[in-house]
């Protein structure tokens, strides 16, 4: 059985950083394309940021130059480094996975297949 295990959420002041962590269980491998999604308050879910089974990465442009996405020595666990964190960067964090590697620069939403629980950030003075 497929689990996502996000980790790393919290409270930081503004212009502060946080580091997010994903942990899959079961089959996902450091082949499987990944992201990061986020949900504030009354809005849309969101992509933040992807990396694909390549190595590939996208950024939502809100976040280009503050964010980075990252897999460390082909492990399956994806990690998200927020920098110069805003109060508009606050919202619960999703980890998502696919099934598989799908041999695409860019993932579509609805082609993630697996989702984590999601981890609270709170960017507040």
């Known amino acids: 059985q497929v689990q996502l295990v996000e980790s790393g959420g919290g409270l930081v002041q503004p212009g502060g950083s946080l580091r997010l962590s994903c942990a899959p269980t079961g089959s996902i491998f450091s082949s499987n394309d990944m992201g990061w999604y986020r949900q504030a308050p009354g809005k849309q879910r969101a992509l933040v940021a992807s990396i694909t089974g390549g190595g590939t990465t996208n950024y939502a442009d809100s976040v280009k130059g503050r964010f980075t996405i990252s897999r460390v020595n082909d492990k399956a666990t994806v990690y998200l480094q927020m920098n110069s964190l805003k109060p508009e960067d606050t919202a619960v964090y999703y980890c998502?996975?696919?099934?598989?590697?799908?041999?695409?620069?860019?993932?579509?939403?609805?082609?993630?297949?697996?989702w984590g629980q999601g981890t609270q950030v709170t960017v507040s003075s």
């Open positions: 998502a996975a696919t099934s598989g590697r799908l041999f695409v620069v860019k993932v579509n939403t609805n082609e993630y297949v697996y």
